[in-house]
């Protein structure tokens, strides 16, 4: 078991280990996708890029990225994810809708 931190939303969620970050933070009623993500994601399958967070601690206690992620996030630092291709277990803080830096 761990804690999804979500700093923007300062909410704290548990999760089992092997928990899908998109799923929890779904559940729990937090808003990962911009205006134009909600009209465009593709409902989970990694196959939009819209749902990314960035991860500000606890990187080690997340699924190593996926392939789907390495094309998604080429241009993005390594500690951006897609929310739908992480699965959690242990303690993680997340940040949504990071800026594109």
Do not use: H
Request: overall charge positive.
């Amino acid at each position: 078991m761990g804690t999804i931190k979500f700093i923007n939303e300062d909410r704290e969620v548990i999760a089992a280990d092997g928990a899908n970050l998109r799923f929890k933070a779904m559940e729990q009623g937090i808003d990962l996708y911009t205006f134009v993500g909600k009209m465009t994601n593709c409902g989970g399958y990694g196959q939009c890029g819209t749902c990314v967070v960035e991860i500000a601690e606890g990187m080690e206690n997340l699924s190593p990225r996926t392939a789907v992620e390495e094309r998604k996030l080429r241009k993005r630092p390594e500690a951006c994810r897609l929310a739908c291709q992480v699965v959690v277990n242990g303690p993680v803080s997340v940040i949504t809708k990071p800026p594109k830096k």
